[in-house]
């Protein structure tokens, strides 16, 4: 059974940063691809990046490009997201999920963790 269960949210003021964690069983974190999405009250949950199973090859969503950055640790079988300068409208509850594929579009699969929130607030 794929489980994934995220960590490390908070409340951060704007311009921080926070390094949330996706910790993985049942499988192998380099055996699929792996993607962070968040949703904000209100909002639909969107993709925010993915990192492909072969570990190399990374996507994000322009939003947060140059300030988040993807990574994966095989011998954890956790992969990371690092927010730097983080701005209000960052404020989102942040899950992690195996994607079939890491292009543009993330279509993920299976069952959705209890996520991590995280609040950019001042």
């Known amino acids: 059974q794929l489980q994934l269960v995220e960590s490390g949210g908070g409340l951060v003021q704007p311009g921080g940063s926070l390094r949330l964690s996706c910790a993985a069983s049942g499988f192998t974190v380099d055996s699929y691809h792996i993607g962070w999405f968040r949703q904000a009250p209100g909002k639909e949950r969107e993709g925010v990046s993915c990192i492909a199973s072969n570990g190399v090859s990374t996507n994000y969503a322009d939003s947060v490009k140059g300030r988040f950055t993807i990574s994966r640790d095989n011998a954890k079988n956790t992969v990371y997201l690092q927010m730097n300068s983080l701005k209000p409208e960052d404020t989102a509850s942040y899950y992690c999920?195996?994607?079939?594929?890491?292009?543009?579009?993330?279509?993920?699969?299976?069952?959705w963790g209890q996520g991590t929130q995280v609040t950019v607030s001042s």
């Open positions: 999920a195996p994607v079939l594929t890491c292009g543009g579009v993330y279509y993920p699969f299976g069952s």
